[in-house]
């Protein structure tokens, strides 16, 4: 066994054992979770609870208790000694609802939990639209350098055949010429796709929230059958 089949080995073992598989609604779930503004309307969220809990407290009767002990030179009367004084207050309050000040705190209140709900919901929304656009132009392009590939190397074997014949002198040096143009410029197309399909990769992952080394391999992305029609 060589060293360069070793070599090889470990390099394919070390990329998979880097490699994420995932699917598109893994994608999309991913990037929900990890979105800053989806994190930052659900704490909004969680803060416009807390604002329509107290706007109904406030309308609600509040009780207060209040005590006084006083300690003074002992006299006598006819219930006997003393010489301290106790006085308790419970009382029990209720908001006027002036202006319907109270009502309006809730009800505004309401209206604001029901909009950082809908920010949500829209956000997450304009997150799979664009995580499924991400995730389905690199299939396309991942498929294109898949076809591309095979492409060349029907190209290639035709250019060796081609040359084969040009050294018979059955075809013309500018035949040889204009199937390596062809040859060079397939080969071009090619290392573009691969630059693109890393970039959009490396743009995914950055929807998704994963800013590591690791590579991600997507799944092949299967369309509902209304929309393949």
């Keep these: 066994m060589s060293k360069f089949f070793i070599a090889a080995s470990a390099l394919i073992i070390s990329i998979s054992m880097f490699a994420i598989e995932i699917d598109v609604e893994t994608a999309v779930n991913m990037a929900a979770e990890n979105n800053y503004k989806v994190k930052n309307a659900e704490k909004d969220l969680e803060n416009s609870k807390l604002q329509v809990k107290e706007a109904y407290k406030a309308g609600l009767p509040k009780l207060s208790y209040s005590g006084i002990f006083t300690k003074y030179e002992e006299y006598k009367d006819s219930s006997g000694p003393h010489n301290s004084y106790y006085k308790n207050d419970i009382t029990l309050t209720q908001p006027l609802f002036l202006g319907g000040l109270v009502f309006t705190g809730i009800k505004v209140s309401g209206i604001a939990e029901e909009q950082y709900r809908y920010n949500i919901e829209n956000t997450k929304n304009q997150i799979r639209v664009n995580i499924i656009e991400s995730y389905a132009n690199i ?12 492409s060349l190397n029907v190209l290639k074997k035709n250019y ?9 002198k059955m075809v013309t040096k500018s ?12 080969e071009t197309s090619i290392i573009q796709l691969k630059n693109g ?3 959009a990769k490396v743009d995914l992952k950055n929807q998704l929230g994963m800013f590591g080394s690791e590579e991600i391999v997507l799944k092949d992305l299967t369309l509902p059958v209304n929309m393949e029609s």
Excluded: G, P, T
């Excluded at 299939?139 to 095979?150: F, T």
């Excluded at 060796?160 to 018979?168: G, H, M, Q, S, V």
């Design 139 to 150: 299939i396309k392009l991942q498929k294109n350098l898949e076809i591309s590939e095979k």
């Design 197 to 199: 399909i890393e970039i």
């Design 160 to 168: 060796d055949e081609l040359n084969e014949k040009y050294k018979l």
């Design 175 to 186: 035949a040889i010429l204009e199937m390596e143009y062809s040859v060079i410029d397939l």
